[in-house]
């Protein structure tokens, strides 16, 4: 201590506290070895906790609390008061009676740059980073990095042993994409409010744009879920009450609810057990065994009498359905193609067809995008598209969605209130730019968990065919004892999942279809034994690599105990 300074009685001093010159303490706690700068002002009712440094010229006013190990540059500047006025209504000067102090916290070990502002009733983060400069307006998340006025999240730093690679691993991460992304997306909401744009709008039109862009389609119609943005493109594309669409019975229901739902009804084909999605084979003698022709080349369903007029191909787990060969079967008995790319947002198929390499979105009479959350590109929220290179078809979605209309108060059909809230468009744009990255992180997991599960004898791994580039929604094994492998899993700390356990023609809902089991006998073989390993985009490496090490330590284990 010494005589420039004025540090009042009531100030409560730690030990080894290291005090500079013209240094004005009042009312307030300073922990253990905490070292303060010259000019440095720290008012009532505030806290610095032990190990900090506080750099010359800062002020600290009443109310802040400074956790331990916290740095603080030069002149940093903290506030108390969000509306702070010199006098009061009847127009004396303000007293300390007028006022409530607002709360500031900065959590441990963050730092303050030099110059920076905190406005109140902010809380800095636990290791955060605030740029020199930086005018801090609201709460700061642990770890990230902050700069500007307003600051705004640059990016996060790998916290000391957060990204526990040891610790357990979820099946999805959803939160980390989302705190990574929460600028953009409060700014979109922000727009949203400055202009009270929620339903359709300019929002809507920019993501339809940069969708269909993505796509390499002409035309993409946002909807307000994947389920009817099927339903949507299968009636646009004239599919019609009494109609058979034919798809496959391992698939999310919604394919099948959006098949009858559109009036038509669902009957199924086998899968190809390798990719499992449809079989081509089984496609066609679909077509030719199981259908008759009429004179007019129309087909009918023998097993219903009614006419079938689209296939429904799904790309199930993010990769794509052998798209020439239905194009092919379709073209051949008049069929239209609408396929389900709720799981393959910038899937890739190699058409032998067209010679080049071609984006789901982009092949068949329409497409359609399921934009739930979990998915490879998700909404905050519930979402949909459907993309086609048929401006009729786009339109017609586009009619449906908006209760038939095609202009205000005219309506050409009865349609269904199914647009997307422009809100969740903002959300998707602003993810938009990203997607391409995050499945490429995809392809690269799914890779070493290949690599890693290529030798076991048990466990079989998912086929990508050559003409595939898959996006790994899901990543998806299978093994006999499929429920001791989940077990052993669980007990490692490692989340799975099963997509999906029961087909669809053994669903009670579909009873009424008069299916029985061991109709569909890969499918069924496939939902007895399909395992999902952990797969999102900021899964790491090494997490990927335990779950195989995991996956890999139970084969060890059955195999001995088989072999005691
Ligand atoms: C294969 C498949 N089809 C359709 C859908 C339906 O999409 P939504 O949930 O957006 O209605 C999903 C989504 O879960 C899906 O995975």
């Known amino acids: 201590m010494n005589s420039f300074n004025s540090i009042a009685p009531d100030v409560k001093l730690g030990e080894n506290v290291r005090l500079s010159k013209f240094i004005n303490l009042y009312g307030c706690e300073i922990g253990d070895e905490t070292k303060i700068g010259a000019f440095v002002e720290i008012q009532k009712n505030s806290s610095v906790g032990k190990r900090c440094k506080i750099s010359s010229h800062s002020f600290i006013c009443e109310g802040v609390t400074i956790e331990d190990n916290v740095f603080i540059g030069h002149g940093v500047t903290f506030v108390n008061d969000s509306y702070p006025r010199a006098t009061t209504a009847d127009g004396g000067l303000q007293t300390e009676a007028d006022w409530k102090v607002e709360r500031t916290v900065v959590k441990k070990g963050a730092s303050i740059g030099s110059g920076a502002t905190i406005l109140s009733n902010t809380t800095i983060g636990e290791n955060a980073l605030v740029g020199a400069g930086s005018v801090v307006t609201k709460d700061v998340p642990a770890n990230a990095v902050v700069a500007g ?37 409060v700014e979109v909401l ?17 993501f339809e744009n940069a969708f269909a862009a993505f796509c390499d389609a002409a035309h993409c119609s946002v909807v307000n879920s994947g389920t009817d943005a099927l339903r949507f493109a299968l009636m646009a594309a004239g599919v019609k009450a009494g109609d058979v669409a034919v798809t496959v019975p391992n698939t999310f229901i919604a394919t099948t609810e959006a098949i009858s739902q559109a009036g038509a009804l669902p009957e199924f084909v086998d899968i190809d057990e390798t990719t499992s999605n449809i079989s081509i084979e089984k496609l066609t003698a679909y077509l030719e065994t199981q259908c008759k022709r009429g004179a007019d080349g129309k087909l009918t369903s023998l097993r219903s009498g009614r006419p079938v007029t689209a296939i429904v191909p799904v790309h199930l787990y993010g990769q794509m359905a052998d798209m020439d060969a239905i194009l092919r079967l379709a073209n051949k008995y008049g069929l239209v193609v609408i396929e389900d790319a709720c799981q393959a947002h910038g899937a890739e198929y190699f058409s032998r067809e067209q010679n080049r390499w071609m984006k789901a979105g982009s092949m068949g009479h329409a497409v359609a995008f399921s934009f739930y959350p979990g998915k490879n590109l998700g909404a905050c929220g519930e979402g949909g598209a459907v993309t086609t290179n048929d401006a009729k078809l786009a339109a017609g979605v586009k009619m449906l969605r908006d209760h038939g209309q095609v202009k205000k108060y005219y309506h050409d059909v009865e349609g269904y209130n199914g647009r997307l809230d422009s809100i969740q468009a903002g959300f998707l744009h602003a993810k938009l730019p990203h997607l391409a990255a995050w499945n490429a992180t995809r392809r690269e997991r799914a890779s070493e968990y290949d690599k890693l599960l290529a030798g076991s004898a048990e466990i079989r791994i998912h086929h990508e065919p050559e003409w595939s580039r898959g996006v ?19 007990a490692a700390g490692i989340s799975t999942g099963i997509h999906y356990p029961i087909p669809l023609h053994l669903q009670n809902a579909y009873a009424g279809l008069g299916y029985k089991k061991g109709e569909f006998p890969a499918t069924e073989r496939a939902a007895a034994e399909i395992v999902s390993l952990p797969m999102f985009p900021q899964l790491t490496a090494k997490q990927a690599e335990r779950v195989a090490e995991a996956v890999l330590g139970f084969e060890a284990k059955t195999g001995q105990a088989a072999r005691k």
């Not at 922000?190 to 920019?206: C, D, I, K, P, Y």
């Not at 790994?472 to 669980?490: F, S």
Request: aromatic share 6%; charged share 35%.
């Open 190 to 206: 922000r727009r949203s409010l400055r202009t009270a744009g929620f339903v359709g709008g300019s929002m809507v039109e920019e």
């Open 472 to 490: 790994y929604h899901l990543y998806v094994i299978r093994t006999a004892d499929r429920e001791g492998l989940m077990e052993h899993l669980k």
């Open 149 to 185: 006025n307003p600051a705004r999240i640059k990016r996060f730093l790998e916290p000391e042993g957060k990204k526990d690679e040891n610790g357990p691993i979820p099946f999805l991460d959803l939160v980390t994409p989302h705190v990574e992304l929460e600028d953009e997306l």
